[in-house]
């Protein structure tokens, strides 16, 4: 049996319901995913690991630390983003989606670019990984200017 084929455009209503799930699954995978990476650097902690608590490594142990707690912040914001995406009736269009696209951006960047700035320490600053940074923080308030723009928005 063949499907039909799909409308050209979906309706306003089923783009919303779309981009809510994805936020949804974004935001629960990728928070259990850091508050795991925490449980990890807790342990690291605990069993006293040179790795992460020796003195030369205190960069290590901050920038992995900020990869944490940058990744759990911006999991419960794709969560956020779900939750009010149906209550912005005039947030749509490509805007939408473009905020969309760069919060899904600043959960890769920001959080990826603090752990592998760790991984390679050099001396007491983090390695190339942090270059990742600043690219996730500009799709972050990208995000936030078009979700705060159109929260103001009315219907059309």
């Given amino acids: 049996m063949s499907r039909p084929p799909r409308p050209a455009a979906e309706p306003a209503d089923a783009s ?3 981009l809510v799930r994805l936020h949804l ?51 419960i914001l794709n969560l956020v983003f779900a939750a009010v995406l149906p209550a912005m009736p005039g947030f749509g ?19 990826t670019g603090f752990f592998l700035g760790g991984v390679f320490v050099h001396g007491g600053d983090p390695g190339l990984g942090v270059l990742l940074v600043p690219p996730g923080g500009l799709l972050l308030l990208v995000a936030v200017f078009l979700a705060a723009r159109g929260a103001g928005a009315r219907s059309a």
């Fill in 16 to 18: 919303t319901a779309g």
């Fill in 93 to 111: 269009g490509a805007a939408r989606v473009v905020a969309s696209r760069c919060l899904l951006g600043a959960l890769i960047l920001l959080p």
């Fill in 25 to 75: 699954r974004v935001g629960w995978w990728s928070l259990g995913a850091f508050l795991s990476l925490g449980i990890a650097l807790e342990a690291l902690h605990g069993f006293k690991v040179g790795l992460y608590l020796d003195a030369s490594n205190e960069a290590r142990r901050l920038v992995w630390t900020l990869a944490h707690a940058h990744g759990t912040l911006l999991s």
